[in-house]
């Protein structure tokens, strides 16, 4: 049996693909979502490192957004 495959999220490929599945894994599929998160509460996620809570930062920037408690 195949392991199944986390849901489409919209974070780009840099971040690498045990980041990406730890956020999906995680209900985080959307740069809206990450708003109501800390990077502090990401790096919890298994997967998920200090390089890819760096570059959605850069792209949460790039949209005009920033994680919670970050302006």
Do not use: D, W
């Not at 971040?15 to 919890?44: D, H, M, S, V, W």
């Amino acid at each position: 049996m195949a392991a199944e495959e986390p849901p489409e999220t919209e974070f780009p490929s840099r971040i690498g693909r045990p980041a990406q599945r730890a956020l999906a894994l995680n209900g985080y599929t959307r740069f809206e979502q990450l708003t109501r998160t800390t990077p502090a509460e990401l790096l919890k996620l298994h997967g998920m490192g200090k390089k890819g809570v760096a570059i959605l930062r850069e792209e949460l920037a790039a949209r005009g957004m920033s994680f919670a408690g970050e302006s």
